[in-house]
């Protein structure tokens, strides 16, 4: 791997840590991330608790406050023209129609995009009782929750940045290293 593939590789991974920490905001260990018991340990798991309308209901506002949305804004039509083009690959004559279509799915599939939201709102209704969502909100609501949904955009973008110099910065003291060692040893690469 090359040095400027090193780099995209790296600033590629921070991007999408970035995206999810500013659209989502709060890590949290799904249930089945955590740690399982050995298989002769398990045993049969309780059915998990639906989330009640009000705690989904939270889950959407906060999810609304982080500006969630931007994390899978555009995906429908992106979705779409992505199949389009790799149809087009292979089906070139059929440019005209496969446009067509593309424009109708567009039309069609508006708005398909708020199973996602609606989604993450299940979820962060299940992993988070109905008090800390009204605690998030309560949080990112006040003058310092304010600030941080104002701030941490550029706060992300500055450290990532920072992380893609750093990255070619120690890129190049490794390369010189590989270089300096594979040169005492007699063998010089290229």
Request: aromatic share 8%.
């Given at each position: 791997m090359t040095k400027g593939e090193l780099i995209m590789s790296i600033s590629a991974r921070a991007l999408?840590?970035?995206?999810?920490?500013?659209g989502v905001g709060v890590w949290s260990v799904p249930t089945s991330a955590q740690?399982?018991?050995?298989?002769?340990?398990q045993k049969a798991a309780p059915a998990q608790q639906q989330p009640s309308a009000n705690a989904i209901a939270l889950a959407h506002e906060y999810l609304d406050l982080k500006a969630a949305t931007t994390?899978?804004?555009?995906?429908?039509?992106?979705i779409i023209?992505?199949?389009?083009?790799?149809?087009?690959?292979?089906?070139?004559n059929y440019q005209k129609d496969?446009?067509?279509v593309a424009a109708q799915l567009n039309q069609d599939?508006?708005?398909?995009?708020?199973?996602?939201?609606?989604?993450?709102?299940?979820?962060?209704?299940?992993?988070?009782?109905?008090?800390?969502?009204?605690d998030l909100l309560a949080f990112y609501k006040s003058p310092l929750g304010q600030k941080l949904l104002k701030q941490e955009p550029s706060s992300i973008h500055a450290s990532m940045e920072f992380m893609g110099q750093w990255a070619e910065k120690f890129g190049e003291d490794v390369d010189a290293k590989?270089?300096?060692?594979?040169?005492?040893?007699?063998?010089?690469?290229?």
């Open positions: 999408l840590a970035a995206i999810f920490i500013f740690q399982q018991p050995a298989p002769a340990q994390v899978y804004q555009g995906s429908v039509p992106g023209e992505r199949i389009r083009i790799q149809l087009l690959q292979n089906n070139l496969l446009n067509e599939l508006k708005g398909r995009d708020s199973e996602i939201g609606d989604q993450m709102a299940r979820i962060y209704a299940t992993d988070f009782t109905e008090q800390e969502l009204k590989f270089r300096d060692e594979m040169k005492k040893r007699g063998k010089p690469v290229i």
